[in-house]
């Protein structure tokens, strides 16, 4: 399996003048699921000038024509949360001066003009979360060139959401529109897909639907009623009261809690390159645990993805494609307030109902494997810059301080596992498809109407009624 772990890179050196066209071209990852790109489409390779190219390709195409501008595919559900999301700003639309007002809390400025992306930096983030969020965004314009509108937004790159809806009580304030990986119920913050979709260097986690692929073939590893019949968990404890707490359900030799909880020794992993904490090989267990970090977790996708029944610990944030997930169905709810006993519980009632409890885990598993392709993260971002610019009251222009960016300036001058990364999960062709059809926003009975099932559902743990439905 070692040649799969890294894209195999063919690089052809040819000198032209005193420059050098540096040519890359991708290995595919045969059973992954994504079909964005056609083996008859053109492709298009970055070129790099002796690695250190800082103007961008004339190269790639500027436009694009559907056969067919109509898409026979539906985009799911969770799309709705886009209208939801942008709600806020539905009546007075958003003006330059709400972008303004955002910008203190915000570490990045995006302006799209004519199809080209114009960055400009507010401030330091962790690690290279702003790098692999500007490079998803990039990928999105070479899959579908001149399609993305004009517009400016603002991007923030932390854990904890910013646009608090307690200072925006009166009327006359409008909150200004900040885009983030995650929001809560108390937050305005729009939300858009992490990082971790393009690749997360930090943690040798290569992007999204190579490491599916990976989790997928783990998947096989163990059979499901022979896997470990406890609840699993492995994280860092420390950045989160709730995680520290989660700890306390460890197995002892006094009480057992049918859990078994790691803490990732850090300094020993990356000593490993993390080879000891590989996604695909966590899968051997019944039950995953998720719970929140400092806020919500990229790792929520991954532990859905093992096909074992998630424990969500009461999430009190939300990502942009999970809250369509309901409870009993796609994974089972845990209390924090008697953590220990409703995981116990939790894995008693599946260890006494194999079927349901597998089912649980595989349904889990399905709505990520289908609802969440590349193409769907994609088109979500596509379908969100759209709305969001139908609501611009103001022409989006250059800022002085902002550096037209697009993937050569951004990966040739790179070297090592973050040019990997980036490299292995960019576009070479536009579509050859639309984007998916958005669904209608939910009128406000049918929102209630879901949000009331989900309810119930919650009850049926709560009071420990439990009714599957198959």
Aim: include cysteine; charge should be neutral.
């Amino acid at each position: 399996m070692t040649k799969w772990i890294f894209v195999s890179i063919i690089i052809l050196v040819v000198s032209v003048t005193s420059s050098f066209i540096l040519e890359i071209d991708l290995f595919r990852i045969a059973s992954t699921s994504l079909t964005i790109f056609n083996s008859q489409q053109p492709k298009f390779p970055l070129y790099c000038s002796d690695g250190k190219l800082t103007t961008c390709s004339s190269n790639y195409p500027t436009n694009i024509e559907f056969e067919d501008d109509s898409s026979s595919t539906s985009c799911p559900d969770y799309f709705k949360w886009i209208h939801e999301d942008l709600k806020p700003w539905e009546s007075t639309g958003i003006t330059r001066e709400m972008i303004e007002r955002g910008k203190n809390i915000s570490h990045i400025r995006l302006v799209i003009v004519n199809g080209k992306a114009y960055i400009e930096k507010h401030g330091k983030v962790f690690q290279t979360r702003d790098l692999f969020t500007i490079w998803g965004i990039l990928q999105l314009l070479r899959l579908y060139p001149g399609k993305i509108p004009d517009l400016e937004l603002l991007f923030q790159c932390g854990d904890k959401t910013v646009v608090n809806k307690n200072d925006f009580q009166e009327p006359q304030i409008s909150p200004p529109p900040v885009f983030h990986y995650c929001g809560d119920e108390n937050s305005y913050d729009i939300v858009f897909p992490d990082w971790t979709f393009w690749g997360w260097a930090e943690l040798n986690i290569r992007p999204w639907e190579a490491t599916l692929h990976n989790i997928q073939e783990g998947n096989k590893i163990v059979k499901w009623k022979d896997r470990i019949p406890y609840a699993f968990w492995k994280g860092n404890p420390k950045v989160s009261y709730v995680r520290g707490e989660l700890g306390k359900c460890n197995a002892t030799e006094k009480h057992d809690w049918n859990a078994r909880i790691y803490g990732i020794q850090w300094q020993h992993e990356k000593a490993s390159n993390f080879e000891n904490s590989k996604l695909e090989n966590q899968c051997t267990f019944r039950y995953k645990i998720y719970t929140e970090g400092a806020t919500w977790s990229v790792s929520e996708k991954y532990i859905i993805a093992c096909d074992s029944m998630t424990m969500f610990i009461e999430p009190k944030y939300y990502d942009f494609f999970t809250r369509n997930m309901l409870p009993l169905r796609h994974y089972w709810p845990i209390s924090i307030r008697n953590m220990c006993e409703e995981i116990k519980y939790a894995v008693d009632w599946g260890n006494a109902h194999l079927d349901s409890a597998q089912a649980i885990g595989m349904q889990g598993t399905n709505y990520i494997v289908e609802n969440l392709k590349m193409k769907f993260v994609y088109d979500y971002m596509f379908h969100l810059f759209n709305e969001y610019a139908k609501l611009l009251k103001f022409k989006p222009t250059i800022p002085t301080g902002a550096v037209e960016t697009c993937s050569e300036n951004m990966v040739c001058p790179l070297r090592g596992l973050k040019k990997r990364l980036l490299v292995e999960s960019m576009v070479t062709s536009p579509s050859e498809t639309p984007p998916c059809t958005m669904p209608p926003p939910y009128t406000p009975e049918a929102l209630q109407e879901f949000l009331q099932e989900k309810k119930n559902l919650f009850k049926q743990v709560k009071t420990r009624k439990i009714n599957i439905k198959q």
